[in-house]
């Protein structure tokens, strides 16, 4: 039985390229997560301002919005292995350059913004190679729902211990050497890059010019609405949800009255939650109803939200941060794994951009209006607002589900009143 299910839940890492690349990512993710919330910390201590937390996030983030869907039309246009393995250098010179100018001490916030945008930047590139990648590194494509969940898990294992280790590095070292950790971080993920045996390339004949390609890939989310109706709710639950980590540590330092150290715990217990998540999406049995899970998954964000923004009792909030990180990550997991096993294969690159502008669109907005919002009514109150509105939007999705639901009953007495209808004749 226990055997069965480890095969179940694990069964993409049966593919060498795929374990190659999760494990590469796995290290690298760790080091992208310590200097996030190093950043984030360095920030704050320096402006005590939730706006400039705001800000933070916006100059890490819009960038990709402004630039994922020329980065979704270089994936569908050029090698995906060439691209990942260019913009993963390239985030490693930017986490050289970060942590060269901490370690000196001759740095300002306007600097560490800058180099914010162009992670950014690099990000708009990454994000569309990478993700349509994974089809290409799992050979039996009924795994690749699998594959795409324990995606999900790096991320979230990632965002247990980077924070972590992130807290203790911060205190005893200082935030220079978080950066100096993220760059080594990226040799992981170019070797493992390196190590992987790809089919040989072949190379896509394009005669559309580029903003034809654009005019296709949103048409296609337009005469596709399973597939932009989930963008769509992607996008209300990146402005208006999925922000709430960008006031942490104004939970850490002032409801907490902590330090680093008690801002890496929370970004841990919250990516503690998000793997119990990553483990339970991945040992899904084959065609069970996302839709209805992403119903729950919003519902328990909601919830956890709600509870977390009112306890000031520490080891007891941290119960509610792993339910929160649980139905976050897996409101997010399932919204892009529908996305991609609904999309063609032609057009996976530009529909990932869209999930990109999406995400990087919609988050680094939606941190600035949790900031401004913060800055008048307080962290404590925003995040119980944040709550209450995951579980409006909840009742919504649970409305439209329950009129497809009975759309598809009426559909099926039709056609069997149909049927009838022929064998009388």
Excluded at 37 to 53: A, N, R
Excluded at 71 to 98: C, E, F, H, P, V
Excluded at 192 to 207: E, G
Excluded at 249 to 270: E, W
């Amino acid at each position: 039985m226990d055997k069965g299910k480890r095969i179940n839940t694990f069964r993409a890492f049966q593919n060498r390229n795929y374990t190659l690349y999760f494990t590469g990512q796995s290290v690298s993710l760790i080091g992208t997560w310590m200097q996030r919330t190093g950043i984030s910390w360095v920030v704050y201590t320096m402006t005590h301002s939730t706006v400039m937390l705001g800000l933070t996030v916006f100059a890490s983030q819009f960038p990709s919005f402004l630039f994922s869907l020329w980065g979704g039309i270089l994936s569908d246009r050029y090698n995906r292995y060439k691209l990942l393995l260019l913009t993963q250098t390239a985030s490693m010179i930017q986490a050289i350059l970060l942590a060269i100018l901490t370690l000196t001490n001759h740095f300002v916030v306007w600097q560490i913004l800058t180099l914010s945008v162009i992670l950014g930047i690099i990000n708009a590139f990454d994000l569309p190679a990478r993700q349509p990648l994974v089809h290409e590194l799992v050979t039996n494509k009924d795994d690749i729902p699998n594959a795409l969940a324990l995606n999900s898990s790096m991320v979230n294992i990632a965002r247990l211990v980077g924070p972590a280790l992130s807290g203790i590095v911060l205190g005893y070292f200082g935030a220079g050497i978080c950066f100096l950790i993220n760059a080594v971080s990226f040799v992981a993920v170019i070797v493992s890059l390196l190590l992987m045996k790809l089919p040989a390339y072949k190379p896509v004949i394009s005669t559309n010019k580029i903003t034809r390609d654009i005019s296709e890939g949103f048409s296609y989310l337009k005469n596709t609405p399973s597939i932009s109706l989930i963008l769509l709710l992607l996008a209300v639950l990146s402005l208006l949800i999925l922000p709430y980590d960008t006031l942490l540590p104004v939970f850490a330092k002032i409801v907490f009255k902590g330090d680093a150290a008690t801002f890496g715990y929370i970004s841990s217990f919250i990516g503690l939650g998000a793997i119990g998540g990553t483990i339970f999406l991945a040992s899904l049995r084959q065609g069970a109803s996302l839709k209805s899970l992403l119903l729950i998954n919003i519902a328990i964000v909601g919830v956890g939200l709600i509870l977390f923004s009112r306890i000031n009792n520490f080891p007891t909030a941290m119960l509610f941060a792993t339910l929160s990180g649980f139905g976050a990550m897996s409101q997010n997991t399932i919204c892009i794994t529908i996305i991609q096993v609904k999309t063609d294969a032609a057009m996976r690159g530009r529909v990932m951009s869209y999930v990109a502008m999406a995400y990087f669109g919609m988050l680094p907005l939606g941190s600035l209006l949790i900031g401004s919002i913060s800055q008048k009514i307080g962290a404590q109150d925003t995040l119980l607002l944040q709550g209450i509105i995951s579980l409006l939007i909840a009742g919504t999705v649970a409305a439209f589900l329950r009129k497809e639901r009975l759309k598809k009953e009426d559909m099926g007495q039709l056609e069997e009143a149909e049927e009838t209808s022929v064998e009388g004749l």
